[in-house]
């Protein structure tokens, strides 16, 4: 009886891992056709940079976060509605189907996004940035003012220097072994987080918008859709860890720069009870931008943008429309 019972203890196992990793490879062919139908990949005269465009109206460059790609900030184009702004959304570089050598610096990536309006005919443009995009964004209204009409930063990284103490008891992407960061950074991660998060989904909402927003997004069909959207946004991190990885490096050098000398009208929102971005840095862009705004939003995390959508996107709606540019 015993052999009997190992056996099929044995054969559901197996089957198990056979139905696992069917989904699995399901899944991931399923990430890899969404993200590369829904891009287009344009050769700039600083490389190829992949980006996606929606709406029409004033042109809104939308820059995301590490982890990310031309795939995090789409939801938000939803949520402030394309009939007023033209969203264009791009993979950083080594995000994606952005190659590293596109731009691995702050300064080159501003540089490639200036090329690319430069093949879509854009002059001028708002810039949206969220956590990673932060200095990028930054770095673009610094060397092209006259290209940026309004600068919109969402729990941004900005001057290293101000959040010191915090970062140097933290490891950031690539500063684990190797061993981890390849865990990390593989598909197998993303499936994983993505099957974890049907079966308990208070559990990740937990770890993302905070205890306190669990039921307030459970009970929100708009806000689980941002919550899951958000999750297929860092599928195949394989193909975003390139990108990670330099974000870290870039980030602890990223320091001395004249942004006081920024004049485009400027929002800067954070949360409360955001653990990822320090809130010293939110202060410093405050006080050296003299063309900003700061609003902290209460209680919102890191990831507010699913739990506080309703409080961002009127801020981020009413700024874009009081200071886009004439036609």
Known sequence: MKRKAIKWIAITVAVFVLVAIADFLIWRNQQSTR??????LAQTSNGIIEYATVGNGPAVLVLHG?????????????KLGTSANKFI????????????????????QAD???????????NQVAVIAISGGGPSALQFALRYPDRCWGLVLIAANSDSNTGQVIKTETKGPGQQPVFLTNILFSDLTSWVVVRLSQIMPEKILASTVGADYVEVVMNNPDKRKSFTEFLNSIALLSQRRAGSLNDGKQFLNFTGYPFENITSPTLILYGTKDNFVPVAEQVYLSTTLSNSEYIEIEGGTHFMLISHDDVLVPLIADFLETHAPLE
């Open 112 to 122: 490639a996004y200036a090329s690319l309006l430069d093949e879509l005919g854009i």
């Open 35 to 40: 993200l590369e139908s829904n891009s287009i």
């Open 89 to 108: 959304f791009v993979s950083r570089p080594g995000y994606l189907r952005t190659p590293l050598a596109t731009g691995a610096t702050f300064e080159e």
């Open 66 to 78: 590490t982890l990310g790609g031309y795939d995090q900030m789409q939801m938000l184009a939803q």
